[in-house]
């Protein structure tokens, strides 16, 4: 076996990982989805008590934080396998003398949009990542004193309401953490972070 055999047959195998990333990605999301309307069509069932109050401060952003939190290791594990490959896409190049771009490379590349500032081609997914994450999080915390009418004090609520946005906020700091070094491995050639 040859040094670009080997090479082949590792690009291949992360192929194989990122396509397996991908569907776990979506299998979670549909399932986290799901559950996330039960628990929502409860909560709305349960209108003006104590339950769907519970239900929207503290049951929906929790399992929201959880499937989204598992999506988002799914992307993790696009990304790594994408970064590895652009390695090996650049030593097979270069070693079978070859000049046009290749995928995970080219997602690297910024894109010069006519009406607006450049990005990379693959942030789109990530950038909806966060959008679900705030609106499953952050709305359901706002919506949770709206359905729970006089069942509970007021200061209950806000409590309740506080505790579990501080959490969230602490969640959504390590998120961007997890962000951040996704960009890094998005947005580099592999041998550039070290």
């Known amino acids: 076996m040859t040094q670009d055999d080997l090479e082949l047959e590792q690009y291949r195998s992360l192929r194989a990982e990122i396509l397996r990333a991908m569907e776990d990605g979506n299998q979670v999301m549909s399932f986290g989805l799901a559950a996330i309307g039960i628990v929502l069509t409860a909560g709305m069932n349960a209108k003006g008590t104590a339950l769907s109050f519970f239900m929207?401060?503290?049951?929906?952003?929790?399992?929201?934080?959880?499937?989204?939190?598992?999506w988002f290791a799914a992307q993790e594990r696009i990304a790594?396998?994408?970064?590895?490959?652009?390695?090996?896409e650049a030593r097979l190049a270069q070693s079978l003398s070859f000049k046009a771009p290749l995928w995970d490379s080219w997602l690297r590349t910024s894109s010069k949009r006519d009406d607006g500032p450049s990005h990379h081609h693959f942030w789109n997914t990530e950038f909806s990542g966060i959008a679900i994450f705030a609106f499953l999080?952050?709305?359901?915390?706002?919506f949770s004193s709206l359905v729970s009418g006089t069942s509970l004090p007021l200061r209950v609520r806000v409590a309740v309401v506080l505790v579990a946005g501080v959490a969230y906020i602490l969640f959504f700091f390590w998120i961007r953490r997890r962000v951040e070094r996704w960009q890094a491995w998005l947005s580099k050639v592999f041998g550039e972070l070290e």
């Open 80 to 88: 790594r396998a994408s970064y590895f490959i652009t390695g090996i």
């Open 56 to 70: 929207f401060a503290l049951v929906v952003p929790a399992l929201s934080s959880l499937v989204l939190s598992m």
């Open 137 to 142: 999080i952050f709305g359901p915390l706002f």
